[in-house]
């Protein structure tokens, strides 16, 4: 049974940073393509950013680049979201999912496949 449960959000102050963590069950996340996707109360939801099967290369929404880092732990079959210079803008409920790919095992960053687990809250104020 394919399973994927995320972990790290919570309240912090404009500024501050968080790591979410995605830990697969079930399939190895090496193989396939990661994202983390997220979604505020009245707004689509957004692909924040994935990190690739083919060479593990990675895409960012251009709301987060610079400020976000995906990475991935083979070993913990661990997929995480560092998160800096967070906003009240970023505040959402994370979850992270399978991905679409191309014919070479790029992810689609705003486009989740299947899997995806149920989410983690991360909320930006004082």
């Known amino acids: 049974q394919l399973q994927l449960v995320e972990s790290g959000g919570g309240l912090v102050q404009p500024g501050g940073s968080l790591r979410l963590s995605c830990v697969a069950s079930?399939?190895?996340?090496?193989?396939?393509?990661i994202g983390w996707f997220r979604q505020a109360p009245g707004k689509e939801r957004e692909g924040v950013s994935c990190?690739?099967?083919?060479?593990?290369?990675?895409s960012y929404a251009r709301s987060v680049e610079g400020r976000f880092t995906i990475s991935r732990d083979n070993a913990k079959n661990t997929v995480y979201l560092h998160m800096d210079n967070l906003s009240p803008e970023d505040t959402a409920l994370y979850f992270c999912g399978i991905t679409r790919v191309d014919d070479e095992g790029y992810c689609f960053r705003n486009e989740l496949h299947n899997y995806r687990g149920q989410g983690t809250q991360v909320t930006v104020s004082l």
């Open positions: 079930g399939f190895t996340v090496e193989y396939y393509a």
């Open positions: 990190i690739s099967r083919a060479d593990g290369s990675t």
